[in-house]
């Protein structure tokens, strides 16, 4: 088998360094750079530039580079935060990655198609001392989970489907906290909130026995005072995933629960057979899986995704009829911030 | 990369030939063999022998055999069935195992440690065309769960803990049914369930998005009067394991559970902290976890390993206590048989 030196292994979540050059490839659409847009959106300062091929017609609204002007700049990694039809990594990046290689950058990618799988690729990097991170693909080995209780402080985002908004609500409170002055931290558990965060771990990726053990990990015990704000993956009640969304409950074990909620699906992401559970349901569920391994676990509000009810009038009522049914705080993060959600959080 | 020609690297579930030669290496005691001992206890009839290195303490008590006279017997798999320090392969087992390959078995072994990592033992497997098989990891490809209804019927072992008779209740059930002529498999999610069956998946190894998937491709449609009987993986209390639990639950979509557990645990297993949950709440939330899937699903009964109680008298009424307090059947299936719980199975 070939050698692994430099492919990023060893124990816990991997560790991306930045700043980023970002690399848009050929993407088709803007939809095709969601990820890099996503990027720029959370840490602008990170992104030194973009870097795309000829025929790419996705922008990031930041500067357009070359290798040799990131590298003179500092860039660390080249960041291929675009989706590709198939998620294979084409010969027509070849050329760039190569260059990115040759002057001493890492390459982080979000592909289903391994950077370490592409010999060349492979080489080029070893020889030169770079890092590869393939963040949908964790390389590194974890504990079983254990449920023992760690210090600290710990906030996890769930909700009634996938794509929901756990992500976006995790770092608007980590974005809230810090302009607070609250010790926190982002823990991202998806590709995108990896780049993000610069580390973390795909926990949908992980084999299942280390669901739990990987989200341990991921958020180590830490000062009385401090906050993880840990992204949720799936829901409990989507067939698909719910396994992964439980090991990360127990992993996490959450002192505050934040339930995340798109007020227009018809049915769960991917199956029209599968309908969207009622909140009050929601959070029961979610909160009981919680106290298994913290029972003081509360859930602290509601973050709905609005931008799909027709008016403000609507989605005010909406906003103000989940607060009457379940005494909670509900938000959405874009319009109205995560202030009252967050106020009792210190 | 090498080439994967030899290893089983298909879609869905293993399959492993038998009949099976028993290999029990140096085997330093008779807990060791304790998987190879389940295989022969389930399966005498496609256990042609045993083989043992001259160290050997364990005994299967059937027939010692040379890899020549079981395939002369029609031998199709040499079965690792061997708990070993670490769980590798020692060089000293090589000669054996090269031998059965050359006579045209193939190897199917249950250790961490994989055949196919061992560079010759997977080059005379490729030279001989014969298959390695390693059931705790699972070669193959799996489709997301979809959650869709299937036709047949199906019947999923949970438990209070770890360990505590899942795959022995789903045997003794799958055993009763094949009594009374009802149509029905064993379905495996364990290495040794695996051998036992002869296929399956290890379900505590697949990537974690694809628990419920797995379990689907394991249990797939079937006639509408056909029973699957799943061997259950963990429970939704064990921090470590809930995550594969869940998964397994969801793509299973029992029409019935039975809960399994063992009454002299003081806490969960390998977790000192981490109390046993009452046998009331452990059936409420298997049984709502499965109806995300199935909405008619049932808990039709309890089976404890009773081995761990004083005497006939506190059994009696342990299990007394248990039908008292659910109104379901609660047996002992070592010792009372599982009737009184398949019943109602037809």
Known sequence: ????FNVEKSWGPMKIEHPYLMFLGDAPDQLAAKTASGIVYWRRDWCLGQIKLSSCKADLGIPNMSIKEAKELGCRTLVLGIANRGGIIPETWTPTLVEALESGMDIAAGLHQRLEDLEEIRNIAFNNNCKLFDVRHPTTTFNVGS???????RLLTVGTDCSVGKMYTALAIA??????????DFRATGQTGIFIAGSGVSVDAVVADFISGATESLSPENNPNHWDLIEGQGSLFHPSYAGVTMGLIHGAQPDALVLCHEPTRSHMRGLAHQPIPDIKSCIDLHLNAAKLTNANAVCIGISVNTSGLSNEAERQDYLSDIESSTGLPAIDPVIDGVASITKFMK
Do not use: E
């Open 1 to 4: 088998m070939y050698n692994h």
């Open 175 to 184: 974005k809230d906290l810090k302009s607070r002055g609250i010790p926190s």
């Open 147 to 153: 449920g023992v209780s760690r210090s600290g402080k």
